[in-house]
Structure formats: C-alpha cells, structure tokens
C-alpha cells in the first residue's frame, strides 16, 4: 500500500508559480512511478507530468512542457509539481499518483493508476 497526501494549492494570478507537493508513505517509494493529473469540472482526469522509477525519465503534458517541473526528493519520501507562468486554464484539482508503471505511454494514463492522493486546488486568475 502507498498513502499519498498532496499540498500546495491556492490561488494565484496568471503568470505566477506555485510548488505542489506529494508526500508518500507506505512501500519503497523509489520502485514506484509517480505521476501528477488534474481535473477541471466538467472534463475528464487528464495527464500533467511522471516521473518513471526505472530510469528516472520525466514526461510531460505538451500543454505544461517548459512551463512545469516535476522532480522528487527520495530521502522525503516527496514528489514535487513546480508549476511556472501558470494559465486560467491550468485550474484544476491536481492529483498525485503512483503505481508501478514504466511504459512510456501507460505511464500517462491514469486508469493504469492504484494509488491516489485527496487532490489540491489550484485556481489561477486572470
């Protein structure tokens, strides 16, 4: 089992950067990938970035490429989303996800996904 608890969202003005973070706890959390969604209302859950546990590669969302970083801290157990020159359109519930994914392209999919956290706010103004 993997528990996972999300946190810093908020508010924000269009152009500004928030630091969505990902606490996990339960199994080894190196031999999991590790993965960041949204869902805006009315739309379905989409893929933002992952962070495989094989290789260590990153993937990206084009809609969020250059402009969002994810990285993870091992020894905190800790994912992080840094989010730059955020959109109106980025608000969303984010989400963090892990499971033991490492295809290139399930690793985008979060049907493929066991593992969840409660989600975060992000809102951004115009």
């Known amino acids: 089992q993997v528990q996972l608890v999300e946190s810093g969202g908020g508010l924000v003005q269009a152009g500004g950067s928030l630091r969505l973070s990902c606490a996990a706890s339960g199994r080894t959390f190196s031999t999991y990938s590790m993965g960041w969604f949204r869902q805006a209302p009315g739309k379905d859950r989409e893929f933002v970035a992952a962070f495989d546990y094989n290789g260590g590669n990153t993937y990206y969302a084009d809609s969020v490429k250059g402009r969002f970083t994810i990285s993870r801290d091992t020894a905190k157990n800790t994912v992080y989303l840094q989010m730059n020159s955020l959109k109106p359109e980025d608000t969303a519930v984010y989400y963090c996800?892990?499971?033991?994914?490492?295809?290139?392209?399930?690793?985008?999919?979060?049907?493929?996904?066991?593992?969840w956290g409660q989600g975060t706010q992000v809102t951004v103004s115009s």
């Open positions: 996800a892990a499971d033991r994914i490492n295809d290139p392209l399930a690793i985008r999919t979060y049907g493929l996904y066991d593992y």
